[in-house]
């Protein structure tokens, strides 16, 4: 039968056909879910983040990555109550008003899944409001913004404005990232990090939740 | 002044039809800007090696962090005040402002942006050779499903019907509606006359260029 080796192997190649078939094939074999997810899934997604950053790995590549890997969760998810699921803390991302771009955000998503966080996804073009009405519901540790244009980063600064004036600005920690972001800019708005690439906001996401990645 | 531009592939021809015979032009590759950090580090080596003359144009906006803390010793450095070449393509940076208020999601093409490649049907072939037709299009789905419109800029370069008409076709191709904006080289010939007001950042030499100055 095939080894967790195979299904991690499977999520690097992107082949989602052959992880959803991995992953029945384990449930049907009655492995346990979370080991599915950790030593097959996730181990996989792990080896990805890294080729990604060592630029071994492109977008396009990991995107299909994330697609075969969510194929297997879609199949061992509803196997496990959400209790079960160990997490190291919540972090809600989103794409700020204005800026539609939906991808680098979502591979962040994924990589910060994988690492054992609980992401709260807005998705895109979300107003300073949305945020904090999404820091009042979900109550995350972390609040993660992204921007790919120059004429949408300064959304960033009105958003974390916002969470002063509305006294949420203390309960969380504000990370950014996106091609026109840096650490100076991080830095001239008050946000508390910067991630210059996934990995980066995963790591900086267990430090700030003071944990060890 | 004894000047050179220093630009992006992508308006090579625009540049070429409106440069004085006084100035050189110095091209980049196209779509440096992908990898931000990549196409500030080239522009510097470039500002860098060039002795030769005491003030540099640049046929770039901000183009994400492309420009963020350039400096010189020796030259006055002339940037548009502009996110990127869309705003250059459109003649200023009010007429970009005003199509992105109205429609967000915009994918702007014109002769350079087609020369290269760089839009969904060239990614699709791209995608093709190596992924296959089945992720191809599932990669060109997920790339630009949240783009409501392209927009073919005519700049009034050789080609022109051409390149709406394959614009057109790339709007065909990703089912979305397809407009037409009329360019304007006028930021452009007014950096090359010279007169730089508002609309440049202009950058003394021992100066540095910062990114809020765009913004």
């Not at chain 1, 990604?52 to 396009?60: G, L, Q, R, S, Y």
């Not at chain 1, 300064?154 to 650490?183: C, F, H, W, Y």
């Amino acid at each position: 039968m095939s080894s967790f080796n195979d299904l991690a192997e499977s999520v690097i190649t992107g082949n989602f056909g052959k992880v959803k078939e991995i992953t029945q094939e384990m449930i049907d074999k009655g492995i346990g879910p979370l080991e599915i997810i950790n030593d097959g899934l996730i181990a996989g997604m792990n080896v990805v983040g890294v080729r990604f950053k060592a630029e071994d790995m492109f977008v396009p590549e990991v995107m299909m990555s994330a697609k075969a890997m969510a194929g297997g969760m879609e199949l061992v998810k509803p196997l496990i109550a959400d209790t079960d699921m160990p997490s190291v803390g919540t972090v809600v991302l989103g794409t700020v008003k204005g800026d539609l771009h939906d991808i680098g955000k979502s591979l962040v998503a994924m990589i910060l899944e994988s690492g054992g966080f609980k992401v709260v996804n807005l998705g895109t073009d979300i107003a300073p409001e949305g945020f904090v009405k999404a820091i009042r519901e979900h109550k995350p540790q972390i609040v993660g913004m992204s921007a790919l244009l120059t004429t949408t980063m300064l959304n960033m600064k009105a958003t974390i404005e916002l969470l002063k004036e509305e006294g949420l600005r203390d309960q969380v920690k504000v990370i950014v990232g996106g091609a026109p972001v840096s650490q100076s800019f991080a830095d001239e708005i008050g946000a508390d990090g910067y991630g210059s690439d996934a990995m980066v906001a995963k790591d900086l996401c267990f430090k700030l939740v003071g944990k060890a990645s | 002044m004894h000047a050179k531009i220093i630009a992006c592939s992508t308006m090579a021809d625009e540049i070429k039809m409106v440069l004085p015979a006084d100035i050189e032009l110095e091209l980049l590759p196209y779509a440096l800007h992908n990898t931000p950090q990549k196409l500030q580090a080239e522009l510097q080596q470039r500002i860098d090696a060039d002795v030769e003359h005491d003030t540099l144009l640049f046929g770039y906006g901000l183009c994400s962090y492309g420009v963020a803390n350039l400096s010189s010793e020796r030259h006055t450095l002339v940037i548009p005040k502009v996110h990127d070449c869309i705003s250059l393509l459109l003649g200023a940076r009010e007429v970009y402002d005003r199509e992105f208020e109205q429609f967000p999601g915009t994918y702007f093409l014109s002769k350079g942006w087609i020369d290269q490649g760089a839009e969904p049907y060239g990614d699709y072939l791209r995608y093709v050779e190596k992924y296959g037709e089945e992720n191809a299009r599932w990669l060109i789905d997920s790339q630009y499903a949240n783009y409501q419109r392209i927009v073919f800029i005519d700049t009034g370069v050789e080609k022109m019907e051409s390149c709406l008409a394959y614009s057109q076709r790339v709007a065909g191709f990703i089912k979305v509606p397809h407009g037409e904006l009329k360019g304007s080289l006028r930021l452009l010939e007014k950096m090359f006359r010279g007169e730089w007001d508002e609309e440049f950042v202009v950058t003394p030499p021992g100066r540095m260029v910062l990114q809020h100055q765009f913004l």
